[in-house]
């Protein structure tokens, strides 16, 4: 009820804006849904899953994204937009923003991406391209490209596929890719 309580009086706060930053980098008064309280920071990879679906949350959370606890933020006041500067939200943006934060962490790397699941780097992937969310800004789609979640075929010969990084050095279009598979 603490957290609730305190969240409360930030987000009602005339200037959250100065009230985050008194408090920023400083207190543990984020908890998540993996048992830790973290301080206010967007180096501690910690998303709002407000709308996700489940699969995207159990991807985000094993590759080390961390969940923001359930009803923190008050669903009564409208979330001043300064408090996503340090807890990412559940847009694409927010997301692949949460993915790299966590990926930068040190005891977590990158490998966790790599090493997921084909399954998983899938549900990560048809949620990037979904038509259901808000746009990929430039500077999201330059980190995308480095994300292990795009399918291609193995080469220009086969039909097979596997999973690598756009940014990787050979890419051959998928037979039938959407325009949003595309982007």
């Excluded at 309580?5 to 706060?13: G, N, Q």
């Excluded at 756009?166 to 959407?178: K, L, P, Q, V």
Aim: aromatic share 8%; proline share 5%; charged share 20%.
């Amino acid at each position: 009820q603490w957290f609730v309580d305190l969240w409360r009086f930030i987000c009602s706060s005339n200037d959250v804006g100065a009230s985050l930053k008194a408090v920023a980098e400083q207190f543990c008064i984020v908890p998540t849904n993996q048992g830790v309280v973290c301080s206010l920071s967007p180096g501690n990879s910690i998303v709002s899953t407000q709308g996700l679906d489940a699969d995207i949350v159990d991807s985000l959370v094993r590759v080390g994204v961390r969940t923001l606890l359930p009803n923190v933020l008050p669903s009564d006041l409208v979330v001043p937009p300064e408090i996503y500067n340090y807890i990412f939200d559940s847009t694409r943006d927010g997301v692949i923003r949460a993915i790299d934060a966590a990926s930068r962490r040190e005891h977590i790397g990158t490998s966790a991406l790599e090493g997921a699941s084909d399954d998983m780097k899938d549900a990560l992937f048809h949620f990037f391209v979904s038509s259901d969310h808000c746009p990929i800004s430039t500077p999201c789609k330059v980190m995308i490209r480095n994300f292990p979640i795009f399918r291609r075929y193995t080469n220009s010969e086969e039909s097979t596929t596997n999973i690598d990084t756009m940014a990787s050095s050979a890419w051959y279009i998928i037979e039938g890719a959407t325009k949003e598979e595309k982007m």
